[in-house]
């Protein structure tokens, strides 16, 4: 994960005030901006916001801003549009059939940015990851309502059927559907499928779920846990950056548990290419 970072993009020698709050304008959620964010998705409402003390510095004009940021600013735009036309049709059908369940909708919203941190690193069509990421835990209600638990095997059963109703009402192809299908259907037993789309999600929800899962555990447990647990090299670099020592900003405490949907949002997400346009 290691990059080249000149001084002007370095968060090392950013002062106190490129890093603010700025208040979502749909529903009054405090989100954390960088300078550099051109824009961030609200983790409770799941809209889009735009920085409004955006500040790219010398990215704006130097040819080596692609290799610095990890994305050319100067495409940044037409990236865009792909990913959050999927993005936004997927987090409607999401907030459709989780109704009120806000702790579950913020919860998808927090697995798909840590997809999306993930497939900035990590090779993987991003239309499946983006649709799988989003719609990982969709049976959680229809397993409650038919099985009366949400235990993960019913979850796994109940969720692929809704999950190919969406997709297919937007235009998805059938090989499409059926890989986020099978990563829908195995996203907590991870049986039948190794696929770098499928690694990333379940990188991505680990990613959520570890405060709550590991808050009693030490370092050397938790490091142990991460290890064996997460299967992309940067989702374990980016849980041990996260997790572990007592530096690292997201360490679980062992006397509190983190209220239902996971921890808080991580950092700045870049803008990523869907390969082909979303229908």
Same mark, same amino acid.
């Given at each position: ?9 370095? $968060? ?70 792909? #990913? ?37 690193? #990590? ?32 979850? #796994? ?16 192809? #059938? ?5 986020? &299908? ?12 190794? $696929? ?17 899962? &590991? ?5 050397? &447990? ?6 064996? $647990?997460?299967? $992309? ?47």
């Amino acid at each position: 994960m290691s990059k080249i970072v000149c001084p002007g993009q370095d $968060t090392r020698f950013w002062d106190k005030g490129d890093i603010f709050d700025v208040p979502c304008a749909h529903c009054g959620y405090a989100i954390e901006f960088f300078r550099d964010d051109g824009s961030r998705r609200c983790p409770r409402c799941g809209r889009r916001v735009a920085n409004p003390r955006l500040t790219l510095g010398c990215a704006q004009w130097c040819e080596q801003a692609e290799k610095c940021l990890g994305f050319d600013p100067k495409k940044v735009k037409l990236e865009e549009y792909a #990913e959050e036309s999927l993005a936004d049709q997927l987090i409607e059908a999401v907030k459709v059939q989780f109704g009120e369940d806000q702790n579950r909708i913020t919860h998808a919203l927090r697995v798909l940015e840590n997809a999306q941190e993930l497939l900035r690193h #990590e090779e993987a069509n991003p239309r499946i990851v983006v649709a799988a990421a989003l719609l990982h835990d969709i049976g959680i209600q229809e397993a409650e309502r038919r099985h009366g638990s949400a235990a993960p095997p019913f979850q #796994e059963l109940e969720g692929p059927p809704i999950a190919r109703r969406i997709l297919a009402a937007l235009g998805f192809d #059938e090989a499409d559907i059926q890989h986020v &299908c099978r990563i829908v259907g195995s996203h907590h037993s991870g049986r039948d499928i190794d $696929t770098p789309e499928f690694r990333i999600v379940w990188d991505a929800d680990w990613l959520v779920n570890i405060p709550e899962h &590991c808050a009693r555990m030490g370092d050397e &447990c938790l490091r142990e846990f991460i290890e064996k $647990t997460l299967r $992309t090299a940067t989702g374990r670099a980016l849980a041990a950056e996260r997790f572990l020592g007592p530096a690292a900003p997201d360490r679980p405490d062992p006397g509190q548990h983190p209220p239902d949907g996971g921890s808080d949002p991580i950092g700045p997400i870049r803008p990523i290419s869907l390969g082909k346009e979303a229908q």
